[in-house]
C-alpha cells in the first residue's frame, strides 16, 4: 500500500537545511501517518529553532498536527525580532567564544562553554537556566530539551552578533560585563586593584573597573578604538546607552590568571 503524501514548501531563509531539490518550491513527501509535522520538518533537516510557524492548507497548525494525504505545508521562517515567554539571555558552545565575548562586551547575558561538554550536557544547561542555545551544530539545536535555540548562520564573527542582535534584540548595556567570564563590573579605585596592575599600567591609567565575579581588572586602554567602533555600530543599528562610567576597557589580569579575554 502506498503511503500518504504530502506537499511541502520552504522558506528561502531555511534553504541551508534542506537539500537542493526542496529549494524550488513545493515538492512531494512521503508519511507514515503516525508522525507528525514537526518530526517531519526536521526529518528534512530543519530544526524546530529556526520555524516561525507552520501552516496546512493555508490555515496554522502546531507541530504536534498528524499531516494527511494530500495536505500542502508551509513552513515560515522565524519573525525577528523573535520574542521568547522568558528571560533574554544566552548559552553559546565551544565553537562561539569570539560571539560570547562580543555580546559580553555589549551587556548582553551570555555564558559560554570554553570546553566541549557535550551537546546533552549543554542542552540540560539551556532547559535549567532557561537559556537560548546559540550554535552553528544543526543536531544541537534538534534536542528536544533545549529551553530555547537558534541556529548561528554566518562562520564570521561581524555577521553572527547582527544575526543575534537583529533576531533577539536584547537589551544592549556596553562596558557593563566582564567579556572573560560574564559576570558583572563595577567601578573600581586604583587602590583596590593594584595588586592586578603592572607598573606602566598603573602609573598611566585612574580610572578602573573589576568584575564582581572572576575580579578581572578593566581600563581604558589600547583597545579603545576597536572595542568602541564594535560598540558603537551595535548601538546605531540596535539601540541602547553609548557610554557608561567606564567606558572603553582594556585588560589586566592577576599573574595566576591565563592571557587576556578580549572581544576581538
Not at 29 to 43: F, I, N, Y
Not at 75 to 80: D, I, S, Y
Not at 170 to 196: I, M
Request: glycine content about 8%.
Amino acid at each position: 500500500m502506498d503511503k500518504p503524501e504530502i506537499r511541502i514548501d520552504f522558506p528561502s531563509s531555511l534553504h541551508t537545511f534542506v537539500g537542493a531539490r526542496r529549494r524550488a518550491g513545493s515538492t512531494a513527501v512521503q508519511v507514515d501517518g503516525t508522525s507528525t509535522l514537526g518530526h517531519v520538518v526536521e526529518s528534512l533537516g530543519v530544526p524546530l529553532t529556526e520555524v516561525g510557524g507552520l501552516t496546512v492548507d493555508g490555515a496554522p497548525a502546531d507541530a504536534s498536527h498528524l499531516p494527511a494525504h494530500g495536505q500542502h505545508v508551509s513552513v515560515l521562517a522565524v519573525a525577528r525580532p523573535q520574542h521568547l515567554d522568558g528571560p533574554l539571555r544566552f548559552l553559546l558552545d565551544v565553537h562561539l567564544g569570539t560571539l560570547a565575548r562580543r555580546l559580553r562586551l555589549l551587556g548582553v547575558d551570555a555564558a559560554y562553554e570554553s570546553v566541549d561538554i557535550g551537546d546533552a550536557a549543554l542542552a540540560a544547561r539551556s532547559a535549567a537556566e532557561q537559556r537560548v542555545m546559540l550554535s552553528r551544530d544543526r543536531g544541537l539545536l534538534h534536542r528536544r530539551e533545549l529551553w530555547a535555540g537558534a541556529y548561528v548562520y554566518s562562520h564570521r564573527p561581524e555577521e553572527q552578533l547582527q544575526d543575534v542582535l537583529s533576531r533577539f534584540a536584547p537589551p544592549l548595556e556596553p562596558w557593563t560585563r566582564c567579556t572573560a567570564c560574564n559576570g558583572v563590573l563595577r567601578e573600581a579605585a586604583k587602590t583596590t586593584v593594584r595588586r592586578h596592575l603592572e607598573d606602566g599600567t598603573e602609573r598611566s591609567y585612574d580610572v578602573f573597573a573589576q568584575c564582581t565575579a572572576c575580579e578581572q581588572v578593566y581600563w581604558r586602554g589600547a583597545h579603545h578604538a576597536r572595542l568602541s567602533a564594535i560598540v558603537a555600530e551595535a548601538v546605531e543599528r540596535y539601540g541602547g546607552p553609548r557610554t557608561a562610567p567606564v567606558g572603553p576597557l582594556n585588560t589586566s589580569i592577576a599573574p595566576q590568571r591565563d592571557t587576556p579575554a578580549t572581544a576581538r
